[in-house]
């Protein structure tokens, strides 16, 4: 499968502005507005370096269970692919679970079990046209 390379990767936190405030001092940067994605339940925001913070909406959604039962840290890999369906299909082919296929406005996307990868959650994405997703990021 071919990747051109590693799009963002995706920090769960419980506090999303003592984390923005500790990744912004550390590695001098500056994190987008955060962002509401009500669908997923979570508020979420990026910065240029391709770090995504991400933050559960209530005490009690999917994202705050993952926290107290794994606690903060890496959520996600995002990897960027020029082709989605090529690579679900290898993906699958070597037992990886596809979790889910989504699209957004730039993105298509697929997020893949990390029960099969090691305990990482993949996420593999290809952009609709050649622009970044910068638009996603608030930038």
């Given amino acids: 499968m071919k990747v051109e390379k ?21 590695f001098g940067t500056e994190f987008s507005e955060p962002v509401a994605q009500e669908k997923l339940g979570v508020r979420n925001c990026f910065d240029p370096l391709g ?3 991400v933050e559960s909406l209530s005490p009690d ?26 690579a679900i299909a290898e993906m699958t ?4 679970t596809l979790v889910r296929k989504f699209q957004g406005l730039k993105t298509k996307a697929a ?3 990390p029960k099969d990868t090691f305990g990482v959650m993949i996420e593999l994405l290809e952009y609709k046209s050649k622009h970044p997703i910068v638009a996603l990021r608030g930038q």
């Fill in 93 to 96: 082919s070597r037992g990886i």
């Fill in 61 to 86: 959604g999917p994202l705050a269970r993952l926290i107290e039962r794994k606690g903060e840290g890496l959520a996600c890999l995002v990897l960027k692919v020029p082709n989605l369906e090529e």
């Fill in 6 to 26: 590693i799009d963002h990767i995706a920090i769960r936190v419980k506090d999303l502005g003592k984390a923005i405030e500790f990744f912004n001092d550390l």
């Fill in 111 to 113: 997020t893949f079990h």
């Fill in 51 to 53: 770090i995504e913070l």
